[in-house]
């Protein structure tokens, strides 16, 4: 399923109301979009109650309608797919796990509800979508050399500094502006 990342949840709620002269990302027809639900999750700020992470939308085909009966949905950049954290605490997170190399202690500076293993789960995702944000962020601007790029930076290191270059002045942490720009998830 494709996704849509919208900068804050003002401008998905505008996209939202203007779905029926919007063009189908599948399809390209205009005019056959609409809402279809939510996706729901529990949240960092709201644990008790599963709340809503992502719209969905549908190009219909039903009723004769013309669309293509596929959905996608409208995401916030700050949201992180199947993650309680936002990611501005993601980015928290692994800057503190980076330069401290204790992920546990880290993470309980965030306060977080997760359980004991969640920084161990986060961080094998970053380490499996390392190879992939770094060939994603060359086409944007050479690695930053960090202290004159001394030998014992650590790969995550080298790739959040990337991060920050690449992604400066966006208004939005890097994550969250990673996000809106590629319209494509970090983890
Ligand atoms: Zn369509």
């Known amino acids: 399923m494709r996704a849509r990342i919208f900068r804050s949840q003002t401008e998905r709620d505008e996209f939202l109301l203007n779905l029926k002269l919007t063009q189908c990302p599948h399809c390209k027809k205009v005019g056959t979009l609409?809402?279809?639900?939510?996706?729901?999750?529990?949240?960092?700020?709201?644990?008790?109650?599963?709340?809503?992470?992502?719209?969905?939308?549908?190009?219909?085909?039903?009723?004769?309608?013309?669309g293509c009966g596929r959905t996608f949905s409208a995401w916030i950049?700050?949201?992180v797919k199947r993650l309680f954290l936002s990611a501005e605490q993601l980015w928290t997170?692994?800057?503190?796990?980076?330069?401290?190399?204790?992920?546990?202690?880290?993470?309980?500076?965030?306060?977080?509800s997760m359980s004991d293993s969640a920084p161990y789960r986060i961080w094998k995702?970053?380490?499996?979508?390392?190879?992939?944000?770094r060939t994603t962020?060359?086409?944007?601007?050479?690695?930053?050399?960090?202290?004159?790029?001394?030998?014992?930076?650590?790969?995550?290191e080298s790739t959040l500094a990337h991060l920050i270059k690449a992604f400066t002045g966006h208004g939005l942490n890097p994550i969250a502006a990673f996000q809106l720009t590629l319209q494509a998830f970090f983890i």
């Open 34 to 66: 609409n809402r279809h639900g939510a996706l729901r999750g529990y949240d960092e700020n709201n644990v008790r109650h599963k709340s809503i992470r992502a719209r969905r939308v549908f190009c219909s085909n039903r009723n004769q309608a013309a």
């Open 77 to 79: 950049a700050d949201k």
């Open 93 to 112: 997170f692994l800057n503190e796990a980076a330069a401290n190399g204790n992920k546990r202690k880290a993470f309980k500076k965030l306060n977080s």
């Open 125 to 133: 995702r970053l380490q499996n979508a390392q190879s992939s944000i």
């Open 137 to 156: 962020l060359s086409t944007m601007c050479p690695p930053s050399k960090i202290d004159g790029s001394q030998p014992s930076n650590t790969p995550a």
